[in-house]
């Protein structure tokens, strides 16, 4: 019942949406752009938000938004976990513990929209700028690891803010997509667009971020960076495809790829942790 629901909903939205396109070109520009950058983020949990309470650090002004940071451990080696798409920080409790113990100090950042951060939306260039932002207050950072959306905007912050990446020696990208355009397909899939309708939403995408999505490539963005860099993805991930990280390691040049099966895109056990550790730590 509730799929059905769901459908019905969707396809409502696509409807609406396609009949704006013809007689409100422009509220469908803001309200359609404003959905495909909704994470629709799922609430904290108790017990996720006790063990965020124990990290909490400083705030940061992103695009007028406020970024909750976090801190654990007083290592002498820096790292900074980076979350996807509806996630947040608490993801990485295991990783966290883990590393506080092997003489890290590990930091954290909801991204904007999610998490214990303020916003109503997220995009690669809006990552990106959080990024940057946490690494700039944070410059001793080296290491950096990211699942998701947030390893797209960890691509794209490499190559967009070189000057600012000096530090960073070695990086790790679990489950990322691969291309901007694909949040466009899936969307016109799940909601029934039609063309004119997405032109008229990639439209709106170019004027706010100031390229086309067919610019937001992860591979083409690699094809110059020297950072050591470990991919990972899951040969049976249904969220990204993992045929985008093999192309990311074929532009990358110091990478490594790591397929994995039977995990799906949240990638979670305790040997590719250890192969994340390991890869970090050697």
């Known amino acids: 019942m509730r799929k059905k629901i769901k459908k019905i909903i969707q396809k409502s939205v696509g409807y609406y949406f396609n009949a704006l396109a013809y007689v409100s070109p422009k509220t469908l520009e803001k309200q359609g752009f404003q959905l495909f950058c909704n994470p629709m983020a799922k609430t904290i949990k108790t017990h996720q938000l006790q063990f965020l309470e124990k990290g909490k650090n400083e705030i940061l002004i992103v695009e007028n938004e406020k970024i909750q940071t976090y801190k654990w451990g007083n290592g002498s080696k820096k790292i900074v976990f980076i979350h996807g798409w509806a996630s947040h920080s608490f993801r990485w409790k295991s ?88 949040f466009f397909d899936f969307y016109q899939s799940i909601l029934g667009l039609s ?8 439209r709106s995408f170019t004027k706010r971020l100031g390229h086309e999505p067919s610019y937001f490539s992860a591979s083409k963005f690699a094809t110059d960076l020297e950072k050591d860099c470990l991919i990972i993805h899951d040969k049976e991930d249904k969220d990204t495809n993992p045929n985008y990280s093999i192309e990311l390691h074929k532009n990358w040049n110091k990478s490594q790829l790591i397929l994995t099966e039977g995990l799906g895109h949240n990638l979670k056990s305790k040997n590719l942790e250890q192969k994340v550790i390991d890869f970090i730590l050697n």
Not at 100 to 108: L, P, Q, R, S
Not at 195 to 202: G, N, T, V
Request: glycine share 8%.
């Open 95 to 182: 990783y966290i513990e883990n590393l506080i113990e092997n003489d890290f100090t590990v930091y954290a950042f909801d991204a904007p929209a999610h998490g214990l951060s303020t916003g109503k939306m997220l995009h690669v260039v809006l990552y990106g700028k959080a990024i940057n932002q946490m690494l700039l207050q944070n410059q001793e950072i080296e290491y950096m690891v990211s699942h998701s959306i947030g390893g797209f905007a960890t691509t794209y912050w490499l190559q967009h803010y070189k000057n600012n990446a000096q530090n960073i020696k070695k990086v790790v990208i679990m489950g990322a997509p691969g291309e901007a355009k694909d």
């Open 195 to 202: 063309q004119k309708a997405i032109e008229i939403i990639s």
